[in-house]
């Protein structure tokens, strides 16, 4: 890759932009209490960040009040990784925290929460009302002998609910776990089943895409199969009557009760996050309640950008480690949206109207919708009042250069477009939304503040405009404190730290541009390595998926016993589409024209669909290992993926071939 120093921006924040932003005024306030440097910019303050590690978390700390209720002794007693240790002695909640802006009176009848369903009908929660529902919970939780550590699950959906039971359990230090109604009991009981919960909110259904589905078997099972329960909550989302044993929502969160937040030290345990578990069971994260407090503080505030004045949507489930990230939201005085149903209902273009209708200020969704919207011929600001949206942030997957020039040209030539990358392991982005910088196609504006995001090369060498390793090379407070039945650290060690010891390796080939923005190339775990030259399969997907009679694609590298290399494409299509040899060789020439004539397939063949994660991911590495000859049952973990029947297709396809 040639220096990018003369490209022009998509995006450059004017000087009044520049001047309100939070993280201006903070570096402003840090030079003048801590020594970070006035001048310079962002990319002084990053360095600042990342060269003066505690004194910069004691900054955040400090910015955002974060109320110490035992004083700590150091920020960074331990700076290992894995291992590092953060404010030991200190003592904290995060629901505290999160609730914070209901003692403010002239605050206390805003809107916390906007709920919207496929009805498009917004309903508000006050402050104060989510508060009194959050101590009246908290309080029949200790009832019902809820004690700090316990595990406290949920099996809901984006609702209100979901978020007072997170908030509860953290009031009273238990650790926090979710999924999504559209799991089903094998995928939850892969999860719950590893940290044993002793209580569970459950719904007894959901509705998606303008349909009821029934749920009421599958928490059934779910209480069959999890023994350690002492207690069930039942949330009447379909109306029906709570099952015999379990108890009434409405009957735990109608008392008046002042909430009581349990003081826990900083590494207490906050909730517990899981990988995708395409291969195995799925890892079960555990990330701490100070940890997420300052990360999430720094992230919202200063990178999000977001205060009391804004609205914070964010398309998610409770499935997905950015449904935390939303909840989150709450520690700025924000409003955040929660929006339950189908991302395309009744029409493509559905997020947009939530949008509209919630006043949202910040949007957030996935590359996939952006993308959906644009073969769609989805016309954002034609069709909806989107004038109080200043940002649309995007994750999931890397926004290709189309998604942002759409964004640019749909929505607002004046937007500032954030395509940000982290993952659920941290619960927060290694790179992505600075208000203060421009916006490059296809590029994340910088790497975030107090991480020391780099790109290596085999050898560890840091590399600048070439393709390297994601690594970060000083610990962030957001890391997992540890895994869940890890009990002598080594499945932490070996998912980040077997490559380069202490330094976290991500996974994902990166590129960091001379002039600081990153280029993202997909899983350095799938990456397509020809005759020596590798690629992302994120760059494939961008040009092949620019074609209007593909839907999506999945692109495979194999090593073959051999020596040799196979890499076959495959191609969902469009309604109507028809792969013939003309799309064939408009595929092949797209990729050799636009990307690289030595990554052009072998075989491009067309399949009813592309297998995914339950959280929307392409699933790359499963099939690898069934084109390799892999069992099915080995290749996967059944209960990981969306539809499984599409898995038994690519296996069949192996058979068709020997």
Not at 369 to 385: G, I, L, S
Not at 524 to 537: A, C, I, K
Request: proline share 7%.
């Amino acid at each position: 890759m040639s220096s990018a120093a003369n490209t022009a921006p998509l995006w450059q924040p004017d000087a009044d932009r520049i001047a309100a932003a939070a993280v201006t005024r903070f570096q402003s306030w840090a030079a003048e209490r801590y020594g970070a440097p006035a001048d310079g910019g962002y990319a002084a303050l990053h360095r600042w960040s990342v060269d003066e590690l505690d004194t910069f978390w004691k900054a955040v700390a400090d910015w955002f009040d974060v109320r110490f209720s035992t004083p700590y002794e150091t920020v960074l007693a331990d700076c290992s990784m894995p291992g590092a240790q953060w404010f030991p002695g200190a003592t904290l909640n995060y629901a505290e925290h999160a609730l914070r802006t209901a003692e403010d009176p002239s605050r206390a009848d805003d809107p916390a929460l906007l709920y919207v369903d496929e009805t498009h009908a917004p309903t508000p929660v006050s402050w104060s009302e989510l508060r009194r529902q959050v101590g009246s919970l908290a309080a029949e939780l200790r009832a019902l002998g809820v004690r700090p550590g316990d595990r406290v699950s949920g099996y809901l959906p984006n609702i209100p609910q979901a978020t007072i039971a997170l908030l509860a359990t953290a009031a009273v230090g238990g650790v926090w776990t979710s999924c999504a109604p559209d799991f089903g009991a094998r995928s939850v009981l892969d999860r719950f089943q590893q940290v044993e919960p002793v209580v569970l909110f459950a719904v007894d259904g959901y509705r998606y895409g303008g349909k009821e589905h029934d749920r009421t078997d599958t928490v059934a099972e779910l209480r069959r199969e999890l023994p350690t329960l002492r207690a069930v909550v039942h949330i009447p989302l379909l109306g029906t009557e709570a099952p015999e044993g379990a108890l009434n929502w409405s009957a735990l969160t109608s008392a008046d009760t002042e909430p009581v937040f349990e003081q826990v030290p900083f590494e207490h345990p906050l909730w517990v996050l899981y990988s995708s578990g395409t291969t195995g069971l799925p890892k079960a994260i555990v990330q701490s309640q100070g940890g997420i407090l300052l990360e999430h503080f720094k992230q919202i505030g200063l990178h999000c950008d977001l205060g009391p004045e804004d609205r914070f949507f964010w398309y998610t489930s409770t499935g997905w480690m950015m449904w935390n990230f939303l909840v989150s939201g709450l520690l700025t005085g924000t409003t955040v949206v929660l929006y339950d149903g189908s991302p395309g209902y009744p029409s493509t273009g559905a997020q947009w109207r939530v949008a509209e209708l919630t006043g949202a200020t910040l949007f957030g969704t996935s590359a996939a919708y952006v993308m959906a919207c644009a073969k769609a011929e989805v016309h954002p600001a034609r069709d909806y009042d989107l004038s109080r949206v200043r940002c649309v942030a995007t994750t999931g997957s890397p926004l290709p250069p189309d998604g942002f020039r759409w964004l640019h040209d749909e929505v607002a030539s004046d937007l500032w477009i954030a395509s940000v990358s982290g993952g659920t392991d941290v619960c927060s982005c290694f790179a992505g939304a600075v208000p203060t910088l421009p916006v490059h196609i296809g590029e994340l504006q910088a790497a975030c503040l107090g991480t020391d995001l780099q790109a290596w090369d085999p050898q560890g060498k840091p590399l600048t405009n070439e393709v390297g390793e994601l690594v970060v090379t000083n610990p962030m407070p957001s890391m997992p404190v540890h895994f869940w039945n890890d009990p002598d650290g080594s499945r932490y060690h070996d998912s980040y730290f077997d490559t380069y010891p202490g330094v976290w390796r991500h996974g994902d080939w990166i590129t960091i541009t001379d002039r600081g923005s990153v280029v993202i190339h997909g899983r350095s775990d799938s990456t397509l390595n020809r005759q020596g030259v590798r690629m992302g399969s994120a760059d494939i997907y961008e040009v092949v998926e620019r074609l209007p009679e593909i839907r999506e694609s999945l692109v495979i590298g194999l090593e073959e016993p051999d020596g040799g290399y196979w890499m076959p494409l495959f191609v969902h299509l469009v309604e109507g589409a028809t792969l013939d040899d003309a799309l064939r060789n408009r595929v092949k020439q797209a990729i050799r024209t636009e990307l690289s004539p030595r990554h052009v397939p072998d075989e491009i063949i067309e399949v009813p669909g592309v297998p995914h994660t339950l959280t929307g991911k392409r699933i790359e590495v499963p099939v690898k290992r069934l084109l390799q000859g892999t069992p099915l049952t080995k290749a996967v973990n059944p209960g990981s993926v969306d539809n499984l029947e599409l898995l038994r297709f690519y296996e069949a396809l192996v058979r068709s071939r020997r």
